[in-house]
């Protein structure tokens, strides 16, 4: 029998999904494997932004958001660099990296 333990969402940077797996990395650079998909953890974790099919950001840790013609990468207070898709670019928009949405 398996136990899923999700670490505390203050301690998570960003959730990297592959096929079956969802690798979490944490603030003190830790990883921790995990045999649920993105989807499942995107469902249980509120807050987060789906930034791709791969990616799921805590909002938090969004140093600046960099923009290059339609293209859009999130640099994160870690360092990371993530690309955004093109599919996914709205969910960005009116977002401040202080983690605030902007109302227009």
């Known amino acids: 029998m398996s136990r899923l333990i999700v670490p505390s969402i203050h ?5 990297r ?9 944490m603030t003190n650079g830790r990883k921790i494997m995990s045999s649920y998909t993105l989807v499942y953890h995107q469902n249980l974790i509120e807050g987060f932004l789906r930034i791709s099919k791969s990616y799921l950001v805590n909002p ?14 999130i640099l994160l207070k870690n360092g990371e660099r ?3 898709s093109r599919r996914r670019k709205k969910v960005l928009e009116g977002f401040q990296p202080e983690g605030k949405f902007l109302l227009f």
């Open 11 to 15: 301690e998570i940077v960003f959730l």
């Open 17 to 25: 999904g592959s096929v079956n797996y969802t690798e979490f990395h």
């Open 60 to 73: 938090y840790y969004i140093e600046k958001i960099n923009a290059n013609g339609s293209q859009r990468e």
């Open 82 to 84: 993530i690309k955004v």
